[in-house]
């Protein structure tokens, strides 16, 4: 089992930057396929970048491509999304999330994630 504890966000005006942060703790980090989700208001949790166990494959979804950036590092246990070029319609609570698979490869539906984060409130102002 692993815990996840999301942090970074916060707010930031339009084409800003922020870093998200994620600690795990509990089982071998390098065992686990690592993903951010985010969910705005009113709307389901969505995908948005995913790594896999050592970090040589990455996936992002299309709205995110080219302005965020997710990595790990597995000494320290923690997984990142760097934010950059930041639009209103990111407002979102993000959350991370860990699967803990045998397969070097990253994942983008929700239900293939066992454990997550409580969650990290980005707003980004006009």
């Known amino acids: 089992q692993v815990q996840l504890v999301d942090s970074g966000g916060g707010l930031v005006q339009a084409g800003g930057s922020l870093r998200l942060s994620c600690a795990a703790s509990g089982r071998t980090f390098s065992t686990y396929s690592m993903g951010w989700f985010l969910q705005a208001p009113g709307k389901e949790r969505e995908f948005v970048a995913a790594?896999?166990?050592?970090?040589?494959?990455?996936d992002y979804a299309d709205s995110v491509k080219g302005r965020f950036t997710v990595s790990r590092d597995n000494a320290k246990n923690t997984v990142y999304l760097q934010m950059n070029s930041l639009k209103p319609e990111d407002t979102a609570v993000y959350y991370c999330?860990?699967?803990?698979?045998?397969?070097?490869?990253?994942?983008?539906?929700?239900?293939?994630?066992?454990?997550w984060g409580q969650g990290t409130q980005v707003t980004v102002s006009s």
């Open positions: 999330a860990a699967n803990p698979t045998a397969y070097r490869r990253t994942y983008r539906l929700q239900n293939d994630y066992d454990y």
């Open positions: 790594i896999s166990r050592y970090g040589s494959n990455t």
